[in-house]
Nanobody, 121 residues
């Protein structure tokens, strides 16, 4: 599976962005999908995950209530809708695919290249 993340950019605090992650391959619908992020000088951290069917989602406490992960298996795409953005959300955001639905990096087998999100105060 190859993953291509897009949709990042510069936004003011309180604004919104929607990230997309397009996947190649016919087995996309078999994978759990996740979003992670890495801020400058920090380790990559879990943001959100969604099961292969889209029936279950899980979020990091820091984004719960503000971010929404979703997927469209017909389009081989997973999304991350980010609302009420804060300066501390500034990071490179990565999408990833996994045979399980987890919160740890090592559970994910395939990674996209990342897209930069910058939130100004």
């Amino acid at each position: 599976v190859q993953l291509q993340a897009s949709g990042g950019g510069l936004v003011q605090a309180g604004g919104s962005l929607r990230l997309s992650c397009a996947a190649s391959g016919r087995t996309f619908s078999s994978y759990g999908m996740g979003w992670f992020r890495q801020a400058p000088g920090k380790e990559r951290e879990f943001v959100a995950t969604i099961t292969w069917s889209g029936g279950s989602t899980y979020y990091a406490d820091s984004v719960k209530g503000r971010f929404t992960i979703s997927r469209d298996n017909a389009k081989n795409t997973v999304y991350l809708q980010m609302n009420s953005l804060r300066p501390e959300d500034t990071a490179v955001y990565y999408c990833a695919a996994s045979w399980v639905t987890g919160t740890r990096e090592k559970e994910y087998d395939y990674w996209g290249q990342g897209t930069q999100v910058t939130v100004s105060s």
